[in-house]
């Protein structure tokens, strides 16, 4: 039996000290979680966040990794100072960064094997287009995107990568994906793992949804076989509404 994981994306919200209330308030709200909560706000309010959750049980992701140990690239942060910053879930090739942001299949492979390099979980989305979904070719996005995403990664190490199906026509627009569709896609990407790795490792390997879960439709969606949690973005927000959603994932 996979453990369910509820992960709130952040994205780019809340000030340090409103990130450090916020997190306040959830830790409070889920001590109770059977399933693995993760918050991932800013890298900024990583600190605060961290420290607020000492000897809590929810963990800490950062939204994203670049592939370099060091060097020249202005602006970005390398694994092991998420590592030692007190990351431990780093999410890996969101939509908002494949279509603002230049990333790449490729870029989410280099990325997610750094992550892993520097002993951090990836939380690596994958997901279709709305053109991509009328073309009928839904299938096709969803194994490409996540047979580049793990390529040359061992067997071992796919393990601890958590998948994130987002379908992109369902962020942040309220259209949710039928719990019938979202189970559909996260079991044609288990089939991809297995096609990769065997049955095992993909009858182990974590697949979340997401896209405009909340506390209302949650449920429903994890109580689907292939759904293992969800990546939570404007409904992780509010303490409220989020600890909703942790409950739902028993
Ligand atoms: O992109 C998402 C999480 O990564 C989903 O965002 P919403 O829940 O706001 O639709």
Known sequence: MRKKIIAGNWKMNKTPSEAKALVAEIKEKVAGATCDVVVCPTAICIPGVVEELKGSNVAVGAQNVHFKESGAY????AGNMLKEAGVTYVIIGHSE???YFGETDETVN???KAALEAGLLPIVCVGESLTEREQGITDDTVRRQ???AFL???AEDAKKIVIAYEPVWAIGTGKTATAEQADEVCGIIRET?????GKETAEAIRIQYGGSMNAKNAAE???KPNIDGGLIGGASLKAEDF???VEAAK
């Open 74 to 77: 202005t602006g970005e942060l």
């Open 97 to 99: 960064r494949r279509q």
């Open 110 to 112: 280099l990325r997610t």
């Open 146 to 148: 996540t047979k580049i």
């Open 152 to 154: 040359g990664i061992s």
């Open 193 to 197: 793992i297995a096609g990769l790795y």
């Open 221 to 223: 969606l994890l109580a």
């Open 243 to 245: 600890s909703v959603i």
